[in-house]
Nanobody, 126 residues
């Protein structure tokens, strides 16, 4: 049974920081890539950051560049998202996604990923 579990969401004030973590597990192939997405209430799910393990290639959305840092440990299928200088517009449910099969999309695309965590709420107050 494959699954991904996120931790670290919560309430922060504008300018504060949160650190999210996610581990993908199960008796399946190790992850090929992992990503973070977020979805604000009433909005589309959007890419935040991703990592391709081969070469440790990182991808960031414009919204997170300069403020968010993704890292991880491939052997543990675990990733982190350090979020600094939080803004109210960062408020969303943050999802971890695991990519185990090449589906023909790039790592910013929802369609590339094979399974998802349940999400963790991040709320940033002004």
């Amino acid at each position: 049974q494959a699954q991904a579990v996120e931790y670290g969401g919560g309430l922060a004030q504008a300018g504060g920081s949160l650190r999210l973590s996610c581990t993908a597990s199960g008796r399946t192939l190790s992850t090929y890539a992992m990503g973070w997405f977020r979805q604000a209430s009433g909005k589309e799910r959007e890419f935040v950051a991703g990592i391709r393990w081969s070469g440790d290639v990182l991808y960031y959305s414009d919204s997170g560049k300069g403020r968010f840092t993704m890292s991880g440990v491939h052997a543990k299928n675990t990733v982190y998202l350090q979020m600094n200088s939080l803004k109210p517009e960062d408020t969303a449910v943050y999802y971890c996604a695991a990519d185990r099969v090449v589906n023909g999309y790039d790592y910013t695309s929802i369609e590339e990923y094979d399974y998802w965590g349940q999400g963790t709420q991040v709320t940033v107050s002004s």
